[in-house]
């Protein structure tokens, strides 16, 4: 009986294996689009894998980086990155030291250490596949962070793709609240793989005054049901938007009078970003975390 249940775990293993797709996180012309959420508000930027170079005996892949239409861009060199035979990809950072982005290679049970801090570190909680736009498949990790545990969100590692969350940050960043780095798309070569298949909603241009962060406070973060908003009333919002993590307007609300709580009751848990707009076409963008 032992011998039949070993034999029928191999047969399964091996038809899970053939049927996805293992590719490299740093193949020539492979692209990520973000939408990168910060204090000052919500904008796009490009990632690409370009040429290769060699430090300290090491070869290395170019990644460069552009905040502009990809299409009409200025290109400037952001990081040299390469991955190894069990799939750990490593950055180079500015003293020449390498850290580990992503290790592809991982089990469901293993951890993950952080770069910044043992309190950091993640464990691995599951293992499946994801399909792609040109219908192939990828290993995904589903990564949960030990340090924030209470809230139980997770994030995704696409193999050969990265972070749908926290892209190019390993997780050390996994329990901040005030910034985001989403993945909306990723390609190779003009091929859109993943998010939009043509990218023509990859790149989000963004046009509208920012406005300074400190006039305005959301509470509780993380939060359970009701989001709290604390402002200077003369700032005369006149809009919010909430957005999840991958960039889709999922409420608009009009705001004509004062306006204090937000009701998010029925979101599934995640993390979420407000996006407040006044009457003189200013915003600020805050991160949320819907919690259980």
């Given at each position: 009986?032992?011998?039949?249940?070993?034999?029928?775990?191999?047969?399964?293993?091996?038809?899970?294996c053939?049927?996805?797709?293992?590719?490299?996180?740093v193949?020539?012309?492979?692209?990520?689009s973000?939408?990168?959420?910060?204090?000052?508000?919500?904008?796009?930027?490009?990632?690409?894998?370009?040429?290769?170079?060699?430090?300290?005996?090491?070869?290395?892949?170019?990644?460069w980086?552009?905040?502009?239409?990809?299409?009409?861009a200025?290109?400037?060199?952001?990081?040299?990155?390469?991955?190894?035979?069990?799939?750990?990809?490593?950055?180079?950072?500015?003293?020449?030291e390498?850290?580990?982005?992503?290790d592809?290679?991982?089990?469901?049970?293993?951890?993950?250490?952080?770069n910044?801090?043992?309190?950091?570190?993640?464990?691995?909680?599951?293992?499946?596949?994801?399909?792609l736009?040109?219908a192939?498949?990828?290993k995904?990790?589903t990564?949960t962070?030990l340090?924030?545990a209470?809230?139980?969100?997770?994030?995704f590692?696409?193999?050969g793709?990265?972070?749908?969350?926290?892209?190019?940050?390993?997780?050390?960043?996994?329990?901040?609240?005030?910034t985001?780095?989403?993945?909306?798309?990723?390609?190779?070569?003009?091929?859109?793989?993943?998010?939009?298949?043509?990218?023509n909603n990859?790149?989000i241009?963004?046009s509208i005054?920012?406005?300074?962060?400190?006039n305005?406070?959301?509470?509780?973060n993380?939060?359970?049901?009701?989001?709290?908003?604390?402002?200077?009333?003369?700032?005369?919002?006149?809009?919010?938007?909430?957005?999840?993590?991958?960039?889709?307007?999922?409420?608009?609300?009009?705001?004509?009078n004062?306006?204090?709580?937000?009701?998010?009751?029925?979101?599934?848990?995640?993390v979420y970003?407000?996006?407040i707009?006044?009457?003189?076409?200013?915003?600020?963008?805050?991160?949320?975390?819907?919690i259980?």
């Amino acid at each position: 009986m032992k011998l039949k249940t070993t034999f029928l775990l191999f047969i399964l293993s091996f038809f899970f294996c053939q049927n996805i797709n293992s590719q490299s996180f740093v193949e020539e012309g492979n692209q990520w689009s973000m939408v990168n959420y910060t204090f000052a508000g919500i904008f796009s930027s490009t990632y690409r894998i370009e040429g290769d170079t060699i430090i300290n005996g090491i070869n290395y892949k170019k990644m460069w980086y552009t905040n502009q239409d990809p299409s009409i861009a200025d290109w400037t060199l952001e990081k040299y990155i390469r991955e190894d035979s069990t799939q750990k990809v490593y950055q180079l950072n500015a003293s020449n030291e390498e850290r580990i982005i992503y290790d592809f290679g991982l089990s469901v049970g293993d951890t993950i250490v952080s770069n910044v801090s043992p309190e950091q570190n993640s464990i691995v909680t599951a293992v499946d596949s994801i399909e792609l736009n040109d219908a192939t498949k990828r290993k995904r990790l589903t990564i949960t962070s030990l340090y924030c545990a209470d809230w139980n969100i997770e994030e995704f590692w696409i193999e050969g793709i990265g972070g749908r969350n926290y892209a190019f940050y390993y997780v050390d960043v996994f329990c901040q609240t005030d910034t985001g780095l989403s993945l909306r798309c990723f390609s190779n070569n003009g091929n859109f793989l993943y998010g939009s298949a043509d990218g023509n909603n990859c790149f989000i241009p963004t046009s509208i005054n920012e406005l300074e962060q400190t006039n305005i406070k959301i509470f509780p973060n993380p939060t359970q049901d009701i989001l709290n908003l604390e402002y200077d009333e003369t700032l005369e919002i006149e809009q919010l938007k909430i957005f999840d993590f991958q960039g889709q307007m999922i409420r608009s609300l009009q705001v004509e009078n004062d306006f204090s709580q937000i009701s998010i009751a029925d979101f599934p848990k995640g993390v979420y970003y407000l996006k407040i707009e006044t009457a003189r076409s200013e915003f600020i963008v805050k991160k949320f975390i819907k919690i259980n």
